[in-house]
């Protein structure tokens, strides 16, 4: 039963790192890479900046070309970042506390 549950995360891994390929492949292009590292930063200040940082933040007119390859980005890690999270910690620690074997979660 327990190599039910190792079993499905080592066909999870190929999804994954190939997921990862197509993260890298969309920050290659300079104008998503820069777009991406905008928003990210403007989370940040968002969150934890002063009332002026806030305001300083830049606006720009929708780039729909640009826009959709940042959408994809972003869509695509957050995939990413859920499903690992999900396979290295929720899973084994769900089965440590329930004392769930294999499939059964």
Same mark, same amino acid.
């Given at each position: ?23 890298? &492949?969309? +920050?290659? /292009?300079?104008?998503?890479? %820069? *777009?991406?590292?905008?928003? $990210? ?13 806030? &305001?300083? +933040?830049? /606006?720009?007119?929708?780039? %729909? *070309?640009?826009?959709?390859? $940042? ?15 999900? +396979? ?18």
């Amino acid at each position: 039963a327990k190599s039910a549950s190792h079993g499905s995360l080592i066909l999870w891994i190929p999804v994954l790192l190939a997921l990862l390929g197509v993260c890298w &492949a969309l +920050l290659q /292009q300079e104008a998503t890479h %820069k *777009e991406v590292s905008i928003l $990210v930063t403007g989370l940040r200040i968002s969150i934890t900046g002063s009332e002026a940082q806030r &305001a300083a +933040l830049p /606006q720009t007119t929708p780039e %729909k *070309e640009r826009d959709a390859f $940042v959408i994809a980005f972003f869509v695509v890690a957050i995939f990413e970042v859920n499903w690992t999270l999900r +396979l290295l910690v929720v899973e084994p620690l769900t089965r440590l506390f329930s004392g769930a074997q294999g499939q059964q979660l």
